[in-house]
């Protein structure tokens, strides 16, 4: 099991979440943040510090965002295990279906 960044996420990428990470999982698309399936640990400091709250545990996930599962793990498909966000830096990309989303409101 994993945690899962969802729509909220999406044009905001505060980074509370990538702060809080104690094995720097969180990697940064061009519009949302992605949790790194097999590098997370399941500690769960993300969640509680995201202000849009938009990190939930894979079983968790809300029934109208649960592609989002999908997405995060996708998102690496050709990235493969990194080993850590910090040297990665912005990827200039997103999962399909996130870059296929309209500009998403950022009043919160």
């Known amino acids: ?63 109208q965002w649960k592609e989002y599962y999908d997405a995060n793990v996708q998102f690496f498909d050709d990235l493969g295990s990194p080993g850590g966000a910090a040297k990665m830096g912005e990827i200039d990309k997103d999962h399909p279906m996130i870059a296929a989303l309209e500009p998403q409101n950022q009043d919160h």
Request: glycine share 4%; aromatic share 8%; hydrophobic share 30%.
């Open 1 to 63: 099991m994993t945690y899962v960044i969802a729509q909220p996420c999406v044009d905001v990428k505060d980074r509370a979440c990538v702060d809080e990470c104690p094995v720097d999982c969180i990697y940064e698309g061009k519009r949302m943040l992605y949790i790194h399936p097999d590098e997370c640990v399941d500690c769960g400091a993300c969640e509680p510090v995201c202000p849009v709250e938009a990190i939930f545990y894979e079983d968790d996930t809300p029934e």
